[in-house]
């Protein structure tokens, strides 16, 4: 699978996608649990890229161990601001919500809702928002996530209780405006209000992985519009270089403190 670094693991980063991979529910293969993974360069064989004993984090396989392998492309210096642990929570999750907001032509003054957003990408979506000066807003279901909302810059919030609660949420925030972007992490008549909700020239990004439209059916249901579906796997698989770019990017942007790490427990 041509690896050519050998990562002494520090930090394993575990998200729900990891869960559903676990329980076999995730909609195609992830590989062995975990990918995210921050450590030391035990051993390199591509030294324009990697020297050995670099801190770095990004993608490894199978990094649930001492020792793991990965491809030199896919790791990038760890930001000395952040510890492994808290570099280990932001690959997956803030590489996913660059390439949504970049696919959806996010920008100044964008109305855009996250779905879920107390979760990880919805919280790393709130504060991508902040910084692009877009009007986010989210959803979410128990009352307790409610008020997390409140602490992340999102703007307003709507139930997730049922689909007549998202409805008359999200028109009651909206007014007589509509949707720029939707990030969905939904699925069945849930997608469906959130279509609803997008106006002409707007972008459905769908960044879960159960459950998802066709394009034809997309395409149907709202002509005016975009859909994508972000799955990095493949893609970092098929453009590696591609991928260093945006971890690159990450490791700027917390440099420059214009994002942080997400909130995580950690097991030793």
Not at 223 to 250: F, H, I, K, N
Request: neutral net charge.
């Amino acid at each position: 699978a041509d690896f050519d670094v050998l990562l002494s693991v520090r930090a394993v980063g575990l998200d729900f996608c990891d869960v559903l991979n676990v329980l076999g529910e995730y909609a195609g293969d992830l590989g062995p649990p975990g990918s995210d993974a921050a450590g030391v360069v035990a051993k390199t064989t591509d030294t324009a890229l990697q020297k050995t004993g670099n801190a770095v984090f990004g993608f490894a396989n199978a990094p649930l161990a001492t020792m793991a392998c990965a491809k030199s492309p896919l790791v990038v210096l760890k930001p000395i601001a952040l510890t492994f642990e808290e570099a280990s929570t932001l690959p997956a999750v803030w590489t996913t919500v660059h390439v949504a907001m970049e696919r959806a032509g996010a920008s100044k003054g964008s109305a855009i809702l996250v779905h879920a957003s107390a979760g990880t990408v919805g919280r790393q979506a709130a504060e991508y928002g902040q910084w692009l000066g877009s009007s986010t807003m989210g959803s979410a279901g128990q009352p307790h996530k409610h008020r997390q909302l409140r602490g992340i810059s999102i703007e307003g919030a709507c139930s997730l209780r049922d689909t007549s609660a998202l409805a008359v949420g999200a028109s009651s925030l909206l007014g007589a405006a509509r949707l720029d972007v939707v990030l969905n992490s939904l699925s069945l008549n849930f997608t469906a209000v959130s279509v609803a909700l997008l106006g002409q020239g707007s972008a459905f990004l769908e960044v879960g992985p159960q459950a998802m439209w066709t394009m034809a059916r997309y395409t149907a249901s709202s002509p005016l519009s975009s859909y994508s579906a972000v799955g990095l796997t493949a893609d970092m698989a098929r453009a590696p270089m591609w991928m260093q770019g945006l971890l690159t990017l990450l490791a700027q942007r917390v440099d420059s403190a214009i994002l942080t790490r997400l909130p995580f427990g950690s097991f030793d």
